[in-house]
Each structure stands twice: as C-alpha cells, then as structure tokens.
C-alpha cells in the first residue's frame, strides 16, 4: 500500500516561488503516474499537473502551463512541484495523487487515481 506525504506548502507573496514535496512509502512509483490536484475554498478539486514515473511524460493544467514544472527523483521516490510566478488565484490546498494504469487521457481525472496524500495548504497574498 503506497502511502503519500506532501510537503513544503506554505505562505507567499504573488510573484514567487515554492516547491512541493510528494515522498512514496510503502512501495515505489515504478508504473504509476503521479499527479497533483488543487482544491480552493467552495471550488471542485482540479488537476495540476501529472508525470508517468516510467517514461517522464509530464502534462500540465492550460492554467499553469510555463508557470510550473513537475519532475521526478527516481533515488528518492519523490516528485516535485516547482511553483514560480504564484498568482493569488493558485491559493489551494494541494494534493498528490498516484496510480497504477491509468490512461493518459484519463489522467486529468481526480477519480482515477488510488492513493491520495494529505494536502498541504498554498496561500498566494497580493
């Protein structure tokens, strides 16, 4: 049973950067994509950005696209989020999402993905 810690949330002013954290236990993501999804206050909770561990593919969010990077460190079974140029409206609470097979046009799909971590609270001030 793979379990999922995100890590390095926290509070920034519009214009800079942060980087989250999504450590694997319990197993490894060989085979899996790992995704992060983001949930603000009285919204749905909406894809980010996903990686295929086997591959590297990554896909992004029209909203964050060239803002953001996802990658991959295969020695210590953790992905990242880098976060540059934050906008007031990236506030969220954010959350790593991982899978065995899922397909890649299903890979924006909050319900396709098994294992979820925590969520670690983005606040973006003006």
């Known amino acids: 049973q793979v379990q999922l810690v995100e890590s390095g949330g926290g509070l920034v002013q519009a214009g800079g950067s942060l980087r989250l954290s999504c450590a694997a236990s319990g197993g490894t993501f060989t085979n899996y994509a790992v995704a992060w999804f983001r949930q603000a206050p009285g919204k749905e909770r909406e894809f980010v950005a996903a990686i295929r561990w086997s591959g590297g593919s990554l896909y992004y969010a029209d909203s964050v696209k060239g803002r953001f990077t996802i990658s991959r460190d295969n020695a210590k079974n953790t992905v990242y989020l880098r976060m540059n140029s934050l906008k007031p409206e990236d506030t969220a609470v954010y959350y790593c999402?991982?899978?065995?097979?899922?397909?890649?046009?299903?890979?924006?799909?909050?319900?396709?993905?098994?294992?979820w971590g925590q969520g670690t609270q983005v606040t973006v001030s003006s």
């Open positions: 999402a991982a899978s065995q097979g899922v397909g890649t046009y299903w890979l924006t799909t909050r319900s396709m993905y098994t294992f």
